[in-house]
């Protein structure tokens, strides 16, 4: 695809229930990375993938935040028991390779628990 | 752990002045550090990657530099335009094998007709 897109671009949630975040990267990255936008805590890392492996998982807020990545391209980030403290923006990047090619991020999905 | 700290968090300017974004960083072992520009209620645009060993690039009206040993980077932004508005992140990349970018907090930038 032209770009990386997320899916879906709002979501709203109650309390308690499980969410599923979906990444599209772009064509031929390997590399996917997965970030949380909040109003009080501003842009932070969450996992990142080489292929489907992830090598990284140290941003994980908790056992309740999951990911996976299939075929070495789509990844789906999923929330189980939804907390308030998890509303944020979701926002999914992918880069060619590892090791310090530029990172291209999505639109983002907009999470609000309720 | 890394630190990166953006100063100004906010920014207004007449048309047409030239600006510089500072970004500062407290490990300078980086892989490579980069800009992006983030809109409201949008995602966030790339604008210029330096890598470790550069200690600058340049995209238009934009250039960035990087001096890695003192932990600091500049975005010099040139004739300003009200397009420019938006927020300004830097961002820097880790060790080989510790590829996640870590951000600042960003700029606000506003541009005044």
């Known amino acids: 695809g032209a770009g990386v897109s997320q899916s879906p671009s709002n979501k709203v949630t109650e309390k308690g229930k499980d969410v599923e975040l979906r990444c599209d990267p772009i064509s031929g990255h390997t590399a996917l990375y997965w970030y949380r936008q909040s109003l009080g805590q501003g842009l932070e890392f969450l996992i990142y993938?080489?292929?489907?492996?992830?090598?990284?998982k140290s941003g994980l807020p908790s056992d309740r935040f999951s990911a996976e990545r299939t075929g070495g391209s789509v990844s789906t980030l999923t929330i189980q028991r939804t907390q308030q403290e998890d509303s944020a923006v979701y926002l999914c990047?992918?880069?060619?390779?590892?090791?310090?090619?530029?990172?291209?991020f999505g639109p983002g999905t907009r999470l609000t628990v309720t | 752990k890394q630190e990166v700290t953006q100063i100004p968090a906010a920014l207004s300017v007449p048309e047409g002045e030239n600006l510089v974004l500072n970004c500062s960083f407290t490990?300078?072992?980086?892989?490579?550090l980069q800009w992006f520009r983030q809109d409201p209620g949008k995602g966030l645009t790339s604008l210029l990657l330096?890598?470790?060993?550069?200690r600058e690039q340049t995209s238009g009206r934009l250039n960035a530099s990087l001096d890695k040993s003192s932990g600091r980077s500049t975005l010099y932004i040139a004739a300003s335009q009200p397009g420019d508005s938006a927020t300004y992140l830097c961002?820097?990349?880790?060790?080989?094998?510790?590829?996640?970018?870590?951000f600042g907090t960003g700029t606000r930038l506003t541009i005044i007709p």
């Open positions: 961002a820097v990349g880790g060790s080989f094998g510790n590829e996640k970018l870590t």
């Open positions: 490990d300078s072992a980086i892989y490579n």
């Open positions: 330096i890598q470790s060993s550069q």
């Open positions: 990047a992918s880069s060619l390779d590892p090791g310090g090619y530029e990172q291209y």
């Open positions: 993938f080489q292929g489907n492996s992830a090598p990284d």
